[in-house]
């Protein structure tokens, strides 16, 4: 069960990074006042997707150890509700509204990843 215990760490640090980077991509089309492409709305939905499995491994994960802090499920949780209402909330506006909630959205869970990370350690 310890790989089971370092799948779930090292899939939250590349969640992380994965987060942060579409923030910063989403973040410079904002900015420029571009759309969101294809291909940013593919990641976070990737990013979505990747985030309901590194839920099912700390699901996994709580059968056999406890994190240091109840308060590490409570960021899991908050990411995987949080980033599914945020796209199908942001795709209904304008473009430039799209960008700016997707972008954020990328931040706050980068955060609540960091935040997870520290809490389960």
Do not use: D, K
Request: aromatic residues 14%.
């Amino acid at each position: 069960m310890a790989l089971l215990a370092l799948l779930h760490n090292r899939f939250g640090i590349a969640l992380l990074v994965f987060a942060a980077l579409l923030g910063a991509w989403g973040s410079i089309q904002f900015f420029r006042g571009r759309a969101v492409s294809g291909g940013f709305r593919s990641s976070y939905l990737l990013m979505i997707g990747l985030t309901a499995v590194q839920g099912l491994l700390g699901l996994a994960s709580l059968t056999t150890f406890r994190p240091h802090e109840l308060l590490h499920v409570v960021y899991g949780a908050f990411a995987i509700l949080f980033l599914p209402s945020v796209y199908f909330y942001a795709g209904r506006g304008a473009p430039a509204r799209e960008a700016a909630f997707l972008a954020a959205a990328c931040w706050v869970v980068a955060i609540a990843f960091g935040r997870g990370i520290l809490t389960g350690a």
